[in-house]
């Protein structure tokens, strides 16, 4: 395999990774994660049909995702898992579940604008909107899989967090990582206020503010103390 082959397999595993699915796992969990988001995604297309409905999904993934994941932690339920499980087994099943959540993360903006469009009052020309939007969507995005591969699925999964240990190679400082000290969560999210400019959603904006707020409040609560106890060295 070429170097260019290997850079590009890379970075096509990191996106579906990203969305849910990773591709470096043995074949019965990539199994299973694949059939819990087919299901998923099956559900959503066959019980949302209107707004209301588009709404509730939203709302169902940010509490599952967003103040599930902080209560996950702050109850230390990751450790009653390692407990019960065993440690490699407990972040198999974190893995795999995680994923279904991030594929749903997605997903729910993507139903969620089909039905909360063209309410975004701009006085701009509508060219300059959808350039607007698109560039938006593609710094985010192009920022976000950097720096995911820069650190590595593992952390974009919160293995370290959720093993409570630090991860191999210490706290990553190049790439994106010399210019903000969270990338993924700053920038990286930006494509879903890209996404909403392009639909003309104002709806959709909001939503963006929210999930991106969910998120540092997340670091806050959980990442950050972590990141301090375990990571010394980070200021």
């Known amino acids: ?12 595993t990191t996106v579906v990774g990203m969305s849910g699915l990773r591709l470096d796992r043995n074949a019965l969990q990539i199994g299973a994660t694949f059939l819990l988001i087919v299901l998923s ?34 109850a230390s339920l ?10 490699d087994r407990a972040w198999t ?14 997903w729910c903006v993507v139903i969620f604008l089909q039905h909360y469009t063209n309410n975004l009052d701009l006085p701009l020309p509508h060219l300059l909107i959808f350039l607007v939007g698109a560039i ?12 995911t591969l820069l650190v590595g699925m593992d952390v974009y999964y919160y293995r370290d967090l959720f093993l409570d240990e630090a991860g191999d190679g210490g706290l990553v ?8 000290s969270n990338p993924m969560y700053g920038v990286g999210n930006l494509s879903v206020y890209g996404a909403a400019i392009e639909a003309g959603s104002l709806e959709g904006l909001l939503v963006a503010i929210m999930f991106q707020g969910s998120i540092y409040l997340f670091y806050g609560i959980v990442e950050l103390p972590f990141i301090r106890r375990v990571y010394p060295s980070h200021e």
């Open 173 to 180: 400082t190049t790439g994106p990582y010399s210019i903000f």
């Open 41 to 74: 995604f099956i559900l959503s297309l066959t019980l949302i049909g209107n707004s209301k409905q588009a709404l509730i999904y939203v709302a169902v993934v940010w509490c599952i995702y967003y103040v599930g994941h902080i209560i996950f932690y702050r």
């Open 78 to 87: 990751h450790h009653h898992m390692h407990h019960r499980l065993g440690r």
């Open 93 to 106: 099943v974190y893995e795999s579940v995680l994923g279904v959540v991030y594929f749903n993360q997605g």
């Open 136 to 147: 938006t969507f593609l710094i985010s995005t192009v920022t976000k899989v950097w720096a």
């Open 1 to 12: 395999m070429s170097k260019a082959t290997r850079i590009v397999f890379g970075i096509v």
